[in-house]
């Protein structure tokens, strides 16, 4: 019986405005950059020649990068060297996928892996003459946005006929949670290409730090992460604070503290803290590194996650991977993620719900705190570690593509 290891296959991911090379913590730097830093690295240490295409942002940028897990990066021209919100890159799109299919016809890739709406325009474009199969994932989608932000929503007025069109074109669709898939039928996509491989986290990373928890006289500590922006809640969490005597709340996301005076959000979740009367009990810690980030997540003796809104949020998995228990709006991934009155509660995400009272009573049954922790952890080691994330996304590859599923086991 013969042990050789299946050939590899040759994976291009498309990430125009999420570089797995990008610092955290910026406008457009989030949870997409994770996550196609951690899957390439993945797939490239399982055998796999993985390269990752994203926009040149800036001028002294080098044609190509190679990681330290093997991933090559190549920054494509399309458009000005120079950063650019991500609502005002589709002017690029078109020079990003005829470069793409310029590059394809001399050395077509087994499969594509288009990450966001505006990277699967540019992939079935640069695909369509080499005859490469595109699997698409949003990450975010143009239906949810304008459903929750309404006129304030930024994005192109084409997004949504053209999430679509991309939908209908690909050779398969990853889904993050299942609120996903419901979204994607509603918009007339066909069931049959939709598969659900969740998020993931690295739970060697992030696990329980020894010695994070403060003692027993210390203020309860609340600790909320994300981007900062007004989505993510942090308003209802500074609000909430109010009726929750003893307890401070920390807030990580955001630039630098140096840098927080010039943010807008920062401003309005100061004012927010005055208004409320919890200024005092209220720090905004700014842009918090991976690295120092478990040992955040550690001490917290409840993590509050209130986005109105969420595609999947991972910063709740992460907290669960540190034993840290959580209270999150039942929005989106969350809804997958988070299991009521297991690892967590899940609240209403509307102004209506008395966010305060949820948090006092979790905060008043330590034991119960206890063991959601507990319970996140081993929910995460079972359902959202990268490798679980990389051996599913594998199988929709070789469903599509003649690219071999390799197996954590081959590694």
């Not at 994932?137 to 053209?162: M, N």
């Not at 929750?244 to 979740?269: H, I, N, T, Y």
């Not at 006092?360 to 206890?370: K, Q, S, T």
Request: hydrophobic residues 45%; charged residues 20%; neutral net charge.
């Amino acid at each position: 019986m013969s042990t050789s290891r299946p050939s590899a296959g040759r994976v291009a991911m498309v990430s125009e405005h999420a570089s797995p090379l990008a610092e955290l913590g910026g406008p457009d730097a989030g949870g997409q950059n994770v996550y196609v830093a951690q899957l390439a690295g993945r797939l490239a240490r399982r055998g796999h020649d993985v390269v990752v295409y994203t926009r040149r942002d800036a001028p002294g940028l080098p044609e190509r990068v190679v990681t330290d897990a093997g991933v090559k990066v190549v920054h494509v021209p399309a458009g000005p060297a120079a950063p650019i919100p991500k609502d005002e890159l589709l002017p690029y799109m078109g020079e990003f996928g005829s470069w793409l299919g310029r590059q394809w016809a001399m050395e077509p890739p087994d499969v594509v892996h288009a990450h966001f709406w505006m990277s699967g325009l540019a992939a079935v474009a640069g695909a369509r003459a080499a005859g490469v199969p595109v699997v698409q994932t949003y990450h975010a989608l143009g239906t949810v946005k304008r459903r929750y932000q309404g006129s304030a929503d930024t994005s192109p007025r084409e997004r949504i006929a053209i999430e679509k069109a991309v939908g209908h074109e690909c050779a398969a669709i990853i889904a993050t949670c299942a609120d996903e898939v419901a979204e994607l039928v509603a918009m007339g996509l066909p069931r049959e290409r939709l598969h659900v491989v969740p998020c993931g986290v690295d739970p060697e990373q992030f696990k329980p730090v020894a010695g994070a928890r403060r003692t027993a006289a210390a203020p309860r500590r609340l600790v909320t992460v994300g981007r900062l922006v007004p989505r993510k809640g942090f308003d209802r969490a500074i609000r909430a604070l109010a009726d929750v005597p003893d307890a401070e709340l920390l807030v990580a996301g955001g630039p630098e503290p140096a840098l927080l005076g010039a943010e807008p959000e920062a401003e309005r979740l100061w004012a927010v803290a005055e208004e409320c009367g919890v200024a005092d009990r209220v720090r905004l810690l700014g842009g918090v590194s991976p690295a120092d980030m478990p040992r955040l997540m550690s001490g917290a003796d409840l993590l509050l996650s209130v986005p109105r809104y969420e595609p999947f949020g991972i910063v709740p998995v992460e907290a669960m991977a540190c034993c840290a228990p959580v209270l999150a709006t039942a929005v989106g991934g969350q809804l997958d993620t988070v299991v009521h009155d297991v690892t967590g509660r899940l609240v209403p995400p509307d102004d209506g719900h008395d966010l305060g009272a949820s948090v006092r009573e979790m905060l008043g049954d330590p034991a119960r705190l206890a063991r959601y922790g507990g319970a996140g952890r081993r929910r995460v080691l079972a359902h959202y570690t990268w490798d679980r994330v990389a051996d599913g996304v594998s199988r929709v590859y070789g469903a599509v593509s003649a690219v071999p599923a390799l197996s954590g086991a081959l590694r």
